[in-house]
């Protein structure tokens, strides 16, 4: 009820419902059908360019397949060390690569910066001993809630671009990022050397869908055959493709990840002091001590133990105002 | 409208429609939630032992999983030449499996035997150079439709022990034959020697969710693992889960299934001389001219050239009543 | 001492030993030693184009890595269904490809033909659904000893071209089936289509030194680096080079083979009558009943059971006189 | 000349040498030679324990078959942040492993110590997102030239014991530390909780062939089929076999160990002030500017630039007593 652990955990919003009742009749199997055959043109709109957009059913098989298509066996993806593809993922992107190497690079707010990325790359000799890399990969927003504006991506493409880099978004709570930072989806992508992106509903307010978008077409067709190769190429797309199309029809995903936000945004406001950083999307870590948030959790308030005395609380999109509202109280108190 | 192509063309029951409004409230997210909780108890209970059952999202995965549990990278699955592991998956066994090799095995209405199982395994020195046998596979009913019955499935079952093979059952439609044979699920699997049962619903009135059950659930942890390094532990699992409980509620698979067999069995008996096989299940390979299958096809009627002269019908459980007595029309007209 | 068992079993030839001797001094590690570069140009005089060779430590190791350059981990490898790829391998293609499918063809004297291998590919659709061909491997001498022509070799070459495979010569026997041909290297390789060369050198006279020929050097430098990923980079790679070197100088490597089939030629020429083959390099499979196979035994000679009623015996190219002279009488005692 | 790059470079012993020619008549091929299947006992007398020896050509194919052995696909081997098997295999224990995941742990020396590894295991919540750790590789000596005395080692293998863990030492200049330890084979390694050691005898005067020692001989017939797999089941593997028995013979790679540590030791005495570490094996890690680096080279001396003012040399066994004093001479000089 006044549980903060995880975005996952919410419900799915009025419209993927609906979508899915309206798509409840026979069509074409896996990805023939009408609506998955909608995908591409949507999402081009959307981002202002020809996209290629696969559904698939999980953020994990969209980062592992982004970089499967990015990355041979034998290369390194660099990222963040706190990235969820090295952290959380049970190593999907070594098993859709094949074995390719992640290179976890620190920094402050899980945030890559092009000098933390040189610094990577300038201690990898360009022979055949050591794996050399090839994908560039960074999370907007990130796994502390912090975001990249749409300069910050690009100086870190335009640096992967004369690397020979691919650059990969995973974008689990891309939409959180585009609402604090009021950017068009395309400058956070594309327009700054993106070439794929995980761009996620399902935390965002949907049931099972993730969408993979690519923004260089050559790439899709492999990741059409490993999508399929990895058992993700659903009987009945369809009902993927509706969740997807609804959320995107009346901005839908933008409301509900704003409603995220705000939320953040309010409570973040309420205890400045505790924060481990400036709260740009839907996340909040809190510095509290084990007695504090113990009686936190005594009130009934649910939340993530992050480190030592420091404590994650995430804002779904159908957060209960009421629950945002003790937890402010709650906050106070302390 | 008179689509006979496939069965993942139909729509879902709607008991999984219902399911998924009911489980829309936020809970534990990937399967820490009570639906997912409820799976083992579940199918423990409708196969009469102690299962471990995972959810997935496609048939495709499921045996995939299963099989990485049973195979190492190098060792050898043995299957029917017309198995859908084999033609069908793009590679997901060998993908998921680490590149195992699967030994197929030829046999009429894609059904194994001991003797044509006990010939493949005599042509495999145990040496070191040639890949060595860990598993057997078998799907019932097969891809022509056809049914093991539990003393043909125990045959195999005793001769896989005997050799110290696994075995996987590729249930996608074991539905259909189970209702066919009259059988409890317990006599055509783990007492007949399966060890893990792809449980296919997604061909019979499900929308998403498929069940991978382990009769060994010595196996489970390790396929948990997997399952979620393949990028199959879908974030709101209470989603999949539900469906699985509502299609087990009241035997709702057994009446969706009965309703598919039933349609295949009225149209097989308007033609019994174009039958290549005997329908046990909810597919007909019908014998047609190039000429035949055009003027049906000039009718509405939807199928797939399976073969030359040969042609595929799969009723489903929603196929409409119209449609089926239209092909017997049709037929009988030819 | 009267052994026909394997090839494998045979000396090293004193050039060999010698070229080790002669290279035991320091050098650069790896294949930055002063032999080891001298092998692409020995070979691509050898081959009259230029071509980029590798040492490698195995046939089956060449072989792998010889697929893995011209195969996605999602593809297919057609092949005979006697191939060495396919039986004797533990597996090895699958694993350096990460995955990829063996379709195995059959056909008598383990030969393909532009027949066998359309027909192949005529079963499969293109679709995601079906592994699809990437590769064709032929063995030259085949698995039971017989050749292709450099005409066959074209055929199957200029099939493969217009459907896009890349063309992998297994050639553990090569050198056998050239001095069989009276062709050159060049007309029974790159001129008919090969794209990559495993060039045997071990069973021929050799101690632990193969090659692998790149007649696309394109298709080279990713092998590089999968021959150090698969750890077979040795560290003091001037030996392996030295022997190969040894072995094209003065042409040691045509006088070996040539010893070698002459040597079957006058087993072959004793007992035509037991020939499942015609023999056109250094192998021979002789029908010969439980009984008689055990008289030979009885008499001190070693060889392989290959089927029921039919033994394969390998003449080496350091075949004692005597034991060949013997081999004559005995079978004619038979 | 002056070479002091890497004991790679070096020449093969004359043991080695004259163990080739004994070697080089016809024998069983593979591994059913009469040196090959001597190693086990020569290895266990030498460990005084039952062990099961195999011969492979590179200590990269050594390890990376030994961590296959004790960590499945979806597992993660500690090891530090310096070692090989993370930086100078171009991801070969991924490949083997299928995927495994390297998890660095920065430490001085390039050593571990029980209390980096506690760290970096209670950073591993237990659940099935985060890659769980299955092994711990440790090098002895270092990549820096340190070493582990069997007291550190023992206890790195007791925290290892406790969680789980497998234990594997990369001992490509294992003879390196038991010679400047004085102990025994035994302490170092099964004694102190080792449960696999590549141990290396190319580096220290050996032409082709390291050994792969399993002190649980349980895990040693599954490395066999992956030896073979992985195309390193060599068709002449007595010449292997019979250059590790030369070198164990008489105490051949002590002797040469003896050589090349004696060589570092007096070339450290001369130069204390610009160490970077005590020189316990055969590398040496010299604090150098460009100017003074730049100065050595001119005068003919080789060696790798290891870091900014840091360069590594490297005494061989073989090395000239005159490459040594002059060395010492132009460091004094500097």
Same mark, same amino acid.
């Given at each position: &009820? &006044? ?10 919003? %009025? ?57 041979? %066996? ?23 690569? @094949?074995?390719?190497?992640?290179l976890p690079i620190a920094g402050s707010g ?57 650059? @990969? &978004? ?61 058992? @993700? ?13 609804? &959320? ?29 950083? %400036? ?56």
């Amino acid at each position: &009820m &006044m549980d903060f652990l995880s975005d996952n955990a919410a419900s799915a919003c %009025p419209e993927v419902l609906a979508s899915l009742i309206e798509a409840n009749a026979p069509d074409r199997p896996y990805d023939a059908d009408s609506h998955s055959r909608n995908l591409d043109g949507a999402f081009s709109t959307l981002f202002d360019t020809e996209v290629t957009a696969l559904w698939v059913t999980t953020g994990t098989a969209a980062n592992a397949l982004a970089l499967a298509t990015l990355c041979p %066996p034998y290369g390194a993806i660099l990222c963040h060390a706190d990235a969820h593809i090295q952290n959380d993922e049970c190593g999907a992107p070594e098993f859709y690569s @094949h074995g390719a190497k992640l290179l976890p690079i620190a920094g402050s707010g899980a945030k890559l910066t092009p000098e933390s990325v040189r610094d990577c790359l300038s201690a990898l000799p360009p022979d055949v001993h050591r794996t050399q890399p090839y994908a560039l990969s960074l999370t907007n927003a990130t796994e502390y809630g912090c975001v990249y504006t749409p300069d910050e991506v690009a100086a870190l493409g335009r640096l992967a671009r004369e690397r020979g880099l691919g650059v @990969h &978004m995973d974008g689990a709570r891309f939409a959180n990022a585009v609402v604090t930072l009021g950017c068009s989806p395309a400058d956070l992508t594309w327009k700054a050397g993106v070439d794929v992106l995980s761009f996620g509903f399902v935390k965002n307010g949907g049931l099972s869908a993730e969408a993979l978008i690519f923004f260089r077409p050559d790439l899709a067709a492999e990741a059409r055959i490993r999508r399929k190769r990895g058992g @993700h190429l659903v009987s009945k797309g369809r009902y993927n493709a509706a969740q997807l199309l609804a &959320m995107l029809k009346d901005d839908v995903w933008l409301r509900n990840a704003r409603a995220a936000n705000e939320g953040a945004r309010r409570i973040a406001e309420a205890s400045p002091g505790r924060l481990l950083y %400036p709260v740009e999307a839907n996340e909040l870590f809190l510095h509290l001590s084990a007695a504090e948030a113990s009686l936190l959790r005594q009130q009934g308030f649910g939340f993530y133990d992050w480190a030592e005395n420091l404590a994650r609380f995430v804002v779904s999109w159908d957060q209960p105002e009421e629950s945002i509202a003790r937890l402010i109280a709650a906050l106070n108190r302390l």
